[in-house]
């Protein structure tokens, strides 16, 4: 079993910045693809970044220039850097990684979302 745990969440106001983290434990042998969604009232969830264990990264366009993601794979912890955050970034904010064990069987799971408010 995998236990995530998300950290960095909070109110700012238009333009401020803000950094989640994901932190995995357990029974973990690898890590492949880190990401981030969010989803707000009403919306579908939606990837906000991806991260995949070669360090490639993928973008939504919304966030292309503001937002970087990165990982530690020794800490088994993906981060979000935001920054120049605005209104429509509020959202509940959620880690997926894909979690290897050894004999390489894989699972995805998920953190517990974080409130991320941006006030204008």
């Known amino acids: 079993q995998v236990h995530l745990v998300e950290s960095g969440g909070g109110l700012v106001q238009a333009g401020e910045s803000l950094r989640l983290s994901c932190a995995a434990s357990g029974n973990i042998f690898s890590i492949g693809t880190m990401g981030w969604y969010r989803q707000a009232p009403g919306n579908q969830r939606e990837l906000v970044a991806s991260?995949?264990?070669?360090?490639?990264?993928n973008y939504a366009d919304s966030v292309k220039g503001r937002f970087t993601i990165s990982r530690d794979d020794a800490g088994n912890t993906v981060y979000l850097e935001m920054h120049s955050l605005k209104p429509e970034d509020t959202a509940v904010y959620y880690c997926?990684?894909?979690?290897?064990?050894?004999?390489?069987?894989?699972?995805?799971?998920w953190g517990q979302g974080t409130q991320v408010t941006v006030s204008s």
């Open positions: 991260i995949t264990s070669g360090g490639n990264t």
């Open positions: 997926n990684l894909r979690v290897y064990d050894r004999i390489y069987n894989s699972q995805t799971y």
